[in-house]
């Protein structure tokens, strides 16, 4: 039977003499409609009882499958990062170490008190003051200051600043005054300056 004809025999149909006791002598047109109608409601029912749950589930999934990908790749950048930091803090520290073993010992600072007189004289200068102050505590050194007061022309003082910043120790300069000698005379002055030298106190930085 066309499709045509299908319908045309359904509206032909008279529904007011159906009933359900009679259903066997129902004709082949309606008992087809209704087992469509039926087998609609089936499909949607399926549909939201299980299908429509699963693919809620399957898009749930979908969100945390995104998220853990985003995680890992972000962990990833983290882990390749703190390797980098790794190595570059090992070599510093290595580094580090290495330079708080070149700073002079306790028996080397008479060495520099000589090497910083000497450089004084070759610039013709006059030392008014040359003296040891009490050290300072560092964490990976020992800080001794010395107080230093010469009397000369600026240029020699600035021979002499020169000569001590390149001693082959490691001295820092601070605290500079000068001040003219005698009120109108600007030929000769007094500076007072404060060297530090560092020892190091035995301690390693922690790794």
Same mark, same amino acid.
């Given at each position: 039977?066309?499709?045509?004809?299908?319908?045309?025999?359904?509206?032909?149909?008279?529904?007011?003499?159906?009933?359900?006791?009679?259903?066997?002598?129902?004709?082949?047109?309606?008992?087809?409609?209704?087992?469509?109608?039926?087998?609609?409601?089936?499909?949607?029912?399926?549909?939201?009882?299980? %299908?429509?749950?699963?693919? /809620? +589930? $399957?898009?749930?999934?979908?969100?945390?499958?995104?998220? =853990?990908?985003? &995680?890992?790749? @972000?962990?990833?950048?983290?882990?390749?990062? %703190?390797?980098?930091?790794? /190595? +570059? $803090?090992?070599?510093?520290?290595?580094?580090?170490?290495? =330079?708080?073993? &070149?700073?002079? @010992?306790?028996?080397?600072?008479?060495?520099? %008190?000589?090497?910083?007189?000497?450089?004084?004289?070759?610039?013709?200068?006059?030392?008014?003051?040359?003296?040891?102050?009490?050290?300072?505590?560092?964490?990976?050194?020992?800080? %001794?200051?010395?107080?230093?007061?010469?009397?000369?022309?600026?240029?020699?003082?600035?021979?002499?600043?020169?000569?001590?910043?390149?001693?082959?120790?490691?001295?820092?300069?601070?605290?500079?005054?000068?001040?003219?000698?005698?009120?109108?005379?600007?030929?000769?002055?007094?500076?007072?300056?404060?060297?530090?030298?560092?020892?190091?106190?035995?301690?390693?930085?922690?790794?």
């Amino acid at each position: 039977m066309s499709t045509s004809r299908w319908f045309a025999a359904l509206r032909k149909t008279e529904w007011g003499e159906l009933g359900t006791h009679n259903i066997g002598s129902w004709p082949i047109t309606v008992k087809t409609a209704v087992a469509g109608l039926v087998l609609l409601v089936v499909l949607a029912t399926g549909y939201n009882l299980y %299908l429509s749950g699963s693919l /809620e +589930q $399957l898009e749930h999934k979908r969100g945390e499958e995104v998220q =853990l990908k985003q &995680q890992f790749a @972000s962990k990833a950048r983290q882990a390749a990062n %703190l390797e980098r930091y790794s /190595e +570059q $803090l090992h070599v510093m520290q290595n580094a580090f170490g290495l =330079l708080l073993r &070149q700073l002079p @010992s306790d028996t080397e600072v008479p060495g520099l %008190l000589e090497d910083i007189s000497r450089t004084g004289l070759g610039s013709g200068l006059e030392f008014e003051e040359i003296k040891l102050l009490p050290e300072v505590t560092r964490p990976f050194y020992i800080e %001794l200051p010395i107080q230093i007061t010469v009397i000369g022309a600026y240029h020699d003082l600035a021979t002499f600043v020169s000569g001590v910043s390149g001693l082959p120790r490691i001295v820092t300069l601070h605290d500079f005054e000068i001040k003219p000698l005698a009120a109108g005379d600007g030929s000769r002055l007094r500076m007072s300056i404060q060297a530090r030298t560092y020892r190091y106190n035995g301690q390693e930085p922690q790794r």
